[in-house]
Every structure is written in C-alpha cells, then in structure tokens.
C-alpha cells in the first residue's frame, strides 16, 4: 500500500527521525547525511532533500529548506506531522560584529525578527529563541572539537540583496539605519531562516537551535580596507551539529 506522503517535502510517516538536522542548500544534505550511519536518500521534491540514518543506533533525518523563512517553516511544519520534536540548523552568515574572524562558527542564543513568516505565527513582540540545551550541546561540541565559536544575537532578513546592497533600494535609509542598530546594540551575524524556525518551534512545542559558518565580514574589510576574505567550507558546522546531537541522544538514551 503507497504511504501517504507529505504535499511538499514528499517524505511519510515512518521514514523520519525524532531528530532532524536543517541546512537552506539541498547540495548540502548528502554531505551530511554521509556522516550518519547507514544514511538512506528518502525524497527528492521542490527545494527539500531528504535522507535517513541514525546516530548511535537512533534515527536521524537531514532536510533541506531552501532559502528563508517561508520554506523552511513548511519543512519544520511537515517534519513534526511525522513525528520530528529535535531540530538543529546548519547553514551560513554574514558578519555584524567586525571582530569575529572569518571561518569561525555562530551558535546563536537569539534573533531579530526581520522575516515575515514569523509574524503569520505570533505578534513580534515574541522573542525568537532557541532550545538552552541544545544550544548548550552545540557549544559542548564545538568546544570538544576545539573550533572557534561565538555566541550572541543574529539577525535574520528576508532579502539576501536588502543587506548586500542596502543603497541601491528604496527603502534604503530604514535599511542603513536598522543594521547600524543592530551593530551598536551587539548582534554578532546575519543570516535567514533562525528566527523563522525558533518562532514555528516555539509555536509546535519542538526544540529548535542553530551552527553557522561565519561565510565573509564585510564590517572588517571596510574598517582595514582590505580585499574580499570569504570561507564557504560549511565542514566544522556540520561536524558541530552532529556531535551535538549525539551528546543529546546519549543523555536521553538514559
């Protein structure tokens, strides 16, 4: 009998783990999915990739999300019905905070709320927030791992070019005045889904946080006028998540 599969992710109850590991490019989940055990491509549909292995004998999942808040919401949405209740995002950012060198990884403890999905769930007077503990083993991991990590607030937009070139657009002065904000008030990155996917966690009553690359730090090639500096090799990030969760695993495994 033909499993009922889900309208966009294409992926049946049954075919997915509790535990789901988030990435925006779907040329980024089988990099992923190789590092679980015994992974298993599950669907292929629109933006949303998905394999199955596990981690130490407990199922895990990798999908991905395509590019900001609406799809990745879709995803986590779609993921829940079948059973997902752990989710950890890896993906990339832009600098904020100039002194974060390029390379390092973000484990964000917080996000500004620029995305438009998220105000379809909840006023933005909610805080989008991660899981504490799974935040709290994404920094255990990153540490046992020795790579270099910040924590702090970042900032999540829906448009890519709205921050690369903030000038060229018409609402270009809001622009320029909110990110010399969020710089002044210590936000550390910028990058697209996080806030969308702490609010829909929240509303699901799922656990949700976040690793990213630090990708370029345009703030530090204005302030020492030097050539373009970027690093796209998502490898740590993704190690950092999957050591997170196998320390999360083995705690609930007691």
């Not at 499993?3 to 089988?30: K, N, Q």
């Not at 609010?199 to 690793?211: G, H």
């Amino acid at each position: 009998m033909e499993l009922e599969r889900m309208h966009h992710i294409g992926c049946a109850m049954g075919e997915i783990g509790g535990y789901v590991i988030l990435t925006g490019d779907p040329g980024r989940v089988e990099k992923i999915a190789a590092k679980l055990e015994n992974p298993v491509h599950i669907a292929t549909k629109r933006e949303y990739v998905t394999y199955t292995g596990t981690i130490n004998g407990t199922k895990v999942s990798v999908t991905s999300t395509g590019i900001g808040g609406p799809s990745a919401s879709i995803a986590m949405e779609e993921l829940v019905m079948l059973g997902a209740h752990t989710f950890i995002r890896v993906g990339t950012s832009g600098a904020i905070d100039s002194t974060i060198d390029t390379g390092s990884l973000i484990i964000p403890t917080g996000a500004i709320r620029k995305d438009g999905t998220g105000n379809e769930y909840v006023p933005i007077e909610f805080p989008a927030v991660p899981d504490h503990g799974l935040v709290s083993a994404l920094i255990e991991s990153a540490e046992n791992l020795s790579f270099t990590s910040h924590t702090g607030i970042v900032e999540c937009k829906d448009s890519y070019y709205g921050q690369h070139d903030p000038e060229r657009m018409p609402a270009s002065a809001e622009l320029l005045y909110k990110w010399e904000a969020w710089k002044r008030a210590g936000a550390i990155a910028s990058e697209m889904e996080s806030a969308t996917l702490f609010i829909v966690a929240s509303v699901l009553r799922v656990r949700c946080a976040t690793v990213l690359l630090l990708c370029r730090n345009k703030e530090r090639e204005k302030l020492e006028n030097s050539g373009i500096i970027r690093v796209t090799d998502t490898e740590q990030a993704i190690i950092t998540a999957i050591e997170a969760l196998r320390i999360v695993i083995a705690k609930e495994a007691k």
